[in-house]
């Protein structure tokens, strides 16, 4: 079976979107680390919840759209693009 990346891609945005934690987490490895650039880096999936819900009620909303994609750079490693 083949694996459709763009359609997991969209399914991440649109759960990040949403404010969906858990959507979006369920898509992410235990041990996934989100870089913010210029800013820090959070490790693990509880780690990232915790990031996730001190932003408030719209806790995966950000002031501007953003998207991820495959990064050239990184082969196998999502960025957020935006």
Partial sequence: MSVNH???VEKVNAAFAEGSTEGFLVFC???VAWTMVGDTTVQG?????QWMTSMGPRNARC????RMG???RSPG???TLG
Avoid: F, N, Q, V
Avoid at 63 to 66: D, K, L, Q, V
């Fill in 6 to 8: 763009k359609a997991i």
């Fill in 29 to 31: 490895a235990e041990d």
């Fill in 45 to 49: 999936k509880d780690a990232i919840r």
């Fill in 63 to 66: 002031p501007h759209r953003s």
């Fill in 70 to 72: 495959h990064s050239s």
């Fill in 77 to 79: 490693k999502l960025g």
